[in-house]
């Protein structure tokens, strides 16, 4: 079992920038790929971003693409994703995810309970 907590949502402008976090727990973390999602209201949950278990391969989300960053500390098991130049259509509830096998929707073996992001206008 892996358990994931995420922190760092909230209310902000749009252009302002935000700093997710994930702590994770359990089994041996380093050995999965971790993954953030984001589902909106009335919306599927969808991919933002990905890294692999040793944080050399990286993968975005065309519509997050060059603004936000995924990052991983296995030495003391988080995982964070740097979003900036935040716009409203990034309001969602974003979700820390764990896959042994990768970290695509299929891939996924755990998740977290989410965090709120709301961006105004």
């Known amino acids: 079992q892996v358990q994931l907590v995420e922190s760092g949502g909230g209310l902000v402008q749009a252009g302002d920038s935000l700093r997710l976090s994930c702590a994770a727990s359990g089994r041996t973390v380093s050995w999965y790929a971790m993954g953030w999602f984001r589902q909106a209201p009335g919306k599927e949950r969808e991919f933002v971003a990905g890294i692999n278990w040793s944080g050399s391969n990286t993968d975005y989300a065309d519509s997050v693409k060059g603004r936000f960053t995924i990052s991983r500390d296995n030495a003391k098991s988080t995982v964070a994703l740097r979003m900036n130049s935040l716009k409203p259509e990034d309001t969602a509830v974003y979700y820390c995810?764990?896959?042994?096998?990768?970290?695509?929707?299929?891939?996924?073996?755990?998740w977290g309970q989410g965090t709120q992001v709301t961006v105004s206008s």
């Open positions: 995810a764990a896959g042994l096998r990768g970290y695509t929707y299929s891939q996924i073996d755990y």
